[in-house]
């Protein structure tokens, strides 16, 4: 029996996750989802076009490797049909090579609403969500109230989603929210909810599994199995910047929880990091920039949500960040992606600990919203030339090398591959 490989990110999300997944589905059959919903956005270009990915695994554009949509996973029926369409006018037909988990969660348009409701309700402490309806719909999931994707079969289907969202209205009411000026995508939450149920015959194409049992066959068959997470570690629901977080584990552990499969049966831990830092939305971040290298970073590195579409607070690599999360999730490779973005700079920083009150420590605190932390940076002379065409590790300039090379010496983690480009092609792997 095979193990299952994971992959997933190790900041605040955008570290090009998408692309890597892309460029490594050639080794495996099946290319697995198991968290998250279209609050993510794994972006992958290649033959000069861009390609944005929010629900469907970023395996799909290899048209003989399965494609598993798992049980952590949400979808939003509208979405995924947009996401569908888009792939076909791209020559991609889905539905030859994607399954769908009978036990994923639906988002309903009144999650969305619910959603809104929730950050107006938070006032200045928004945590600047997405608007997709993650929060909400998870918190049905919890709350043994939600409806799954399998439910859509059944014969009291309308009767259990009226339920639902009259639940949810009487809650938007009464926490102040006004329902009838509420919008998704320029529409009323009644026109949306028409264009949402139609969607459902789009999500009807497609096979529905037991998830569990289809991905422990395919181990059991000795099938190559790549486990593909969204977000990032440091927006875990337990181990990342709480309340600043996301809805669902992000890390190795999610694997068991949102496929279906024992910790004995995961194999590679492969980890990705940018080669600086950034975050979109509020939230704690140490190594922030707010001065013109932050804003260099941002428009050199092309830092725009893929999702939402907002800039992305940008900063230094953060060192004591990243320990923690190769700690936590066993990262047993790293891939690190964007160093071009930095090819230009005379000198570039990583934070390898934290100093706070006076106090030097290598740890994540509890405290790590309210804390007064200083990061404490070492800096590197940069490498001042392209990185265009380079296809050997060795071949990268060398003070690039060592700051990569300080990168494995702070984690204890070997680099497998580094990205040079957005392109699929560069993609520079050391041995």
């Not at 399954?99 to 929730?118: E, F, G, Q, V």
């Not at 993650?134 to 339920?163: C, L, N, S």
């Not at 694997?255 to 990705?272: D, R």
Request: net charge neutral.
């Amino acid at each position: 029996m095979t193990k299952i490989d994971v992959l997933f990110g190790l900041q605040w999300v955008d570290e090009v996750k998408g692309k890597i997944v892309d460029v490594l589905t050639p080794r495996y059959d099946v290319v697995a989802r198991f968290q998250g919903g279209p609050n993510a956005g794994h972006t992958l270009e290649f033959n000069g076009t861009k390609h944005v990915l929010h629900i469907i695994p970023s395996g799909i554009f290899h048209q003989e490797k399965i494609n598993l949509i798992g049980n952590g996973v949400l979808i939003e029926p509208r979405i995924f049909r947009q996401e569908i369409e888009a792939l076909a006018e791209k020559g991609v037909d889905a539905v030859k090579n994607l399954y769908i988990s009978k036990k994923a969660h639906l988002i309903l348009p009144s999650h969305r609403m619910m959603d809104a409701t929730n950050e107006q309700a938070k006032g200045n402490s928004k945590i600047g969500s997405t608007l997709k309806g993650i929060g909400p719909a998870y918190t049905d999931k919890i709350a043994r109230t939600g409806i799954r994707v399998g439910d859509i079969m059944a014969p009291d289907f309308i009767e259990r989603y009226g339920q639902l969202k009259r639940q949810h209205l009487t809650m938007a009411r009464a926490m102040g929210f006004d329902v009838d000026a509420f919008r998704i995508d320029g529409m009323e939450l009644g026109e949306y909810e028409k264009v949402w149920l139609e969607s459902l015959a789009t999500l009807k194409r497609f096979r529905f599994v037991n998830s569990e049992y289809f991905i422990n066959q395919c181990l059991r068959e000795d099938k190559k199995v790549l486990a593909e997470g969204a977000q990032a570690m440091m927006l875990d629901i337990d181990f990342g910047t709480y309340p600043f977080v996301t809805s669902s584990n992000t890390i190795t552990a999610g694997v068991c929880t949102g496929l279906g499969v024992a910790p004995s049966a995961i194999g590679k831990v492969m980890g990705i990091t940018k080669a600086y830092c950034t975050r979109v939305g509020a939230g704690p971040f140490p190594t922030e920039l707010f001065d013109e290298t932050g804003k260099r970073l941002c428009e050199l590195g092309h830092e725009y949500g893929a999702t939402t579409g907002r800039p992305r607070r940008c900063g230094w690599i953060d060192l004591t960040a990243l320990r923690y999360a190769c700690m936590v999730n066993g990262v047993t490779e790293l891939y690190v992606t964007k160093p071009d973005v930095m090819n230009d700079f005379d000198t570039v920083n990583m934070c390898t600990a934290y100093d706070i009150d006076g106090r030097q420590t290598d740890e994540i605190p509890f405290e790590y919203n309210t804390a007064r932390i200083t990061p404490l940076l070492t800096p590197f002379e940069g490498w001042k030339q392209s990185l265009q065409g380079i296809t050997r590790y060795g071949d990268l300039p060398e003070k690039l090398r060592l700051y990569l090379a300080a990168i494995e010496q702070q984690t204890g983690v070997d680099i497998a591959a580094v990205s040079i480009s957005p392109d699929r092609k560069d993609v520079v792997f050391k041995q």
